[in-house]
C-alpha cells in the first residue's frame, strides 16, 4: 500500500489541477464572449443608431464593469426608443436605478425603482432593489412593506424571505430598547 501512496497523491493533484483548468478556461472563453460583445455593440453603437435592446445590453455591460455614468447614458437612450415595450422598459428603469444606487444616490434610485414598478408591479427585483435602497436610508418599515410585497408575487423569494426576517428581528431590538 505504501508504494501507491505517491501515485495516489499525484493523481489527486492532477484532478485537482484539471478542475481547475477547466475552471479557468470557462471562465476566460465567458470573459472573451462578453468582451467581443461590447466591442462590436460599442463599435454598431457609434455608427449607427441602435434598438433599445442593443442599448440595455451595451449599459448592462458598462454595469458589471462599474462604469455607471456611461451606462446611464446608454439606458437614457434606450427608453427614448417608440417601440419599447412596457415590460422591457420596466428593466431599463430598474437597471437606472440599480446605476444610481451604486452611485449611492438613493433618493433618485428610489424615483427609478418605483417608475418600474409602476410599469410591471409585479417585477420582484426591482421590488428586492427597493427594499434595498430603503434599507441603506435605514427606512426599515418602508423595506419590510416592499419586501412583503415581493413576496406576495414570489413566496419562495430567498432574497426579499431572508430580509424580512432580519428587518422585522430589527424592528423588535429597537422597539424593545
Known amino acids: 500500500m505504501d508504494e501507491n501512496l505517491p501515485l495516489i497523491y499525484i493523481s489527486t493533484l492532477i ?3 484539471l478542475v481547475a483548468a477547466i475552471f479557468i478556461l470557462k471562465e476566460v472563453i465567458k470573459t472573451r464572449l462578453k468582451e467581443n460583445k461590447f ?4 463599435k454598431k453603437l457609434k455608427q449607427e443608431k441602435g434598438t433599445a435592446q442593443e442599448y440595455y445590453e451595451l449599459g ?3 454595469l458589471e464593469k462599474k462604469l ?5 447614458t446608454l439606458f437614457q437612450k434606450a427608453l427614448k426608443d417608440k417601440e419599447i415595450e412596457p415590460e422591457n422598459k420596466a428593466l431599463v428603469y430598474n437597471a437606472i436605478g440599480y446605476s444610481y444606487f451604486a452611485q449611492e444616490q438613493y433618493d433618485i434610485a428610489i424615483r427609478q425603482y418605483k417608475e418600474a414598478l409602476k410599469i410591471y408591479p409585479e417585477y420582484v427585483i426591482a421590488l428586492n432593489n427597493l427594499g434595498n435602497v430603503y434599507e441603506k436610508k435605514q427606512m426599515i418599515v418602508k423595506a419590510v412593506e416592499t419586501y412583503e410585497e415581493a413576496l406576495k408575487y ?6 426579499a424571505s431572508r430580509r424580512v426576517e432580519s428587518l ?5 431590538t429597537n422597539d424593545s430598547e
Request: glycine fraction near 8%.
Open 60 to 62: 448592462s455591460l458598462y
Open 15 to 17: 484532478g485537482i489541477l
Open 39 to 42: 466591442g462590436k455593440l460599442q
Open 154 to 159: 414570489e413566496p419562495n423569494n430567498k432574497t
Open 68 to 72: 455607471f455614468v456611461q451606462s446611464l
Open 168 to 172: 422585522k428581528k430589527r424592528l423588535v
